[in-house]
Each structure stands twice: as C-alpha cells, then as structure tokens.
C-alpha cells in the first residue's frame, strides 16, 4: 500500500475558481513534506515545503496546510489560472523521498 | 540556485541499442543523485540512488545490468539503458542532493525516451 494516496485523481476546474487537493500519508516521522507541481512532460517543480511543526504556507495562489495529528495536508489553488493545469504531487521526506500519484488539474476557459 | 539539468530531453533510438542520459547539477555540488522513471499517468518511480565515486544502489526489481548508472563527479551523473526494448520507453528524471543538506533534492527537467 502506497504510504502517501492523493485524492482526487483528476479535477476539472472553470478558470479563476478555487480548488482543494488532498493528501494522506503514512509515513512517520518525516522530515518535511512538500507539493510539486509537474507539467506534462517536465519535472517537478517545488511549491511549497513544510516541516511537521508548520501547519500552513504559502507561495502566490498556492496554500499547503498541514495536520500532523490527522497526518494530512492539503493544496488550495486560488484564482485557478490556465497555467495552473497540471499534475500536484505530495511528497513526504523522511531521507528517502515517499510519492502520492499525484492529481491532474484541468483548468478551463 | 539549485539547478539541474538533463542532456538530452528527449531521444528515439531503435531496440537493442544503448542510450546515455546525462544528469548535472549546474550551481552546486551533488554528493548523491537519484534516477526515477515516470510511466504515464503514473508518479515517480525511485529506480537507484547513486554516490559520487561508489557503485549505486538499486531499487528492488530493477535490474542493475540494463540501467548502469555512473556518478563519476560531484556534477554528474550517467544513466545508460543497455540493449533496450520498447518496453524501456518511458520519462526518465533524476534529482540531485547538494552536499551538506540532507533533506534536499532538486529535480532535472526529465528526458523522454522512446524505444522503437
């Protein structure tokens, strides 16, 4: 069993709506756990990183949250922009790197 | 900072040939690089984990023989698919570790590779 499931697998948002990704992990304790952003075709690109005493951060339109006790983060889009059409990965770092599958966003106009 | 780059982006080659994958960290030093293999719709998958000047280490299922991998360099890393099949055919990522943080990596661009 993957020890980080994102949820949901694919979204489909209007332009300038907001979103909310989950992520539920297993993995314990860790160093930090991060969200990616991947277009099709590239790498991950790094958004937000937060360690197991953060509970929030945020980079631009782009919010993590954090719940250490529930072992539970989420990534809040706003504003949902064209750009922001790609796959969101959860990563839990405790040396070695643990990934969700990720969650597909497609913003439309 | 904290750049890494991957040489080429993407390659076709026919079956049974080799293809070679470069990976560099461009501003720092790597002490340690990581080779994953992405299949469509699917994550990253960690296939070795490779120290500069030591042999690397293989994750279970992936065969050490068909995927050499080289870190000759604190900037370098080669991984080399040998005598591949369309089945190889796949997006290949490596990340790279900066020497002195621990809980850091910062991943290449990724290159396709479609095996024909």
């Known amino acids: 069993k993957n020890q980080v499931e994102q949820s949901p697998q694919s979204l489909i948002i209007l332009e300038g709506k907001n979103c909310t990704l989950q992520c539920n992990y297993t993995v314990s304790p860790f160093s930090n756990l991060r969200w990616y952003k991947q277009d099709t075709g590239r790498g991950p690109v790094s958004l937000t990183i937060m360690t197991f005493s953060e509970n929030t951060k945020s980079n631009g339109r782009y919010t993590a949250t954090l719940d250490a006790d529930t072992k539970q983060s989420s990534l809040h889009i706003t504003a949902s922009q064209l750009s922001d059409s790609a796959s969101y990965i959860c990563?839990?770092?405790?040396?070695?790197?643990?990934f969700g599958a990720g969650t597909t966003v497609t913003v439309r106009a | 900072g904290a750049v890494v780059s991957q040489h080429p982006s993407w390659v076709i080659c026919k079956s049974g040939t080799s293809v070679k994958i470069e990976c560099r960290s461009l501003d720092f030093q790597a002490t340690t690089m990581f080779w994953y293999r992405q299949f469509p719709k699917q994550s990253l998958m960690l296939m070795a984990t490779?120290?500069?000047?030591?042999?690397?280490?293989?994750e279970q299922g992936v065969e050490k023989d068909k995927f050499l991998i080289n870190h000759a360099s604190l900037t370098l890393s080669t991984l080399t698919v040998t005598s591949a099949h369309p089945e190889d055919s796949s997006f290949y990522i490596c990340?790279?570790?900066?020497?002195?943080?621990?809980?850091?990596?910062?991943f290449g661009p990724g290159t396709r590779l479609t095996v024909t």
């Open positions: 490779s120290n500069e000047g030591s042999k690397a280490t293989y």
């Open positions: 990563v839990v770092n405790d040396y070695k790197l643990s």
């Open positions: 990340s790279a570790r900066p020497r002195g943080r621990s809980y850091e990596q910062y």
